[in-house]
């Protein structure tokens, strides 16, 4: 049988899971859809990168990780770069929330190469990070790490970069 992506995107996670005998440990990421998410075109397929290389380790909390990347980037509403909105959470956003309504923390997300102007840096590439982007301000998800859930995140606050995305290109 032949794939597209798309099929991909909407079936691979269980081939993925079926052929590293990982099924209990994907389970509850079916449990967070669908995700509700705004992407931009430039995060989208960043997040597939991110994607495609944890699959490429292999190793149960990195394809856990992709299963997690592969339902939001499945569930997302994805819009052109320069339509993300203020307030919504992207790839170079400064982003303030809390874990189960414990103390804010304040972190600046990057894809690849972290901003060195600032020592609270996150990388999407994390549970963290895949979480929070898309999300808007108020918006809730579960936080998952490599094996359990291990609370809820809730956005506080974005503080949208100066245009740092609107020289990128989709």
């Not at 931009?40 to 990195?62: K, M």
């Not at 203020?86 to 990057?110: C, D, H, K």
């Amino acid at each position: 049988m032949r794939y597209t992506s798309q099929d991909r995107l909407r079936t691979g996670a269980g081939l993925v899971a079926h052929y590293h005998n990982h099924l209990p440990a994907f389970r509850d990421i079916a449990a967070l859809r669908p995700i509700r998410a705004r992407l931009g075109t430039y995060d989208y397929w960043q997040l597939n990168e991110h994607r495609r290389r944890f699959q490429d380790i292999g190793t149960a909390p990195f394809l856990r990780l992709a299963q997690l990347i592969r339902a939001k980037m499945a569930d997302a509403e994805v819009i052109t770069t320069p339509e993300v909105v203020p307030g919504v959470v992207t790839g170079a956003s400064r982003v303030s929330f809390t874990i189960e309504g414990g103390r804010p923390q304040t972190r600046t997300l990057y894809h690849w190469s972290y901003p060195e102007h600032d020592r609270s840096r996150l990388a999407v590439g994390t549970y963290l990070g895949v979480t929070l982007i898309g999300l808007r301000v108020g918006q809730g998800m579960h936080l998952l790490d490599s094996e359990d859930v291990l609370g809820t995140v809730r956005v506080l606050e974005v503080q949208d970069p100066a245009d740092a995305c609107a020289g990128l290109s989709d």
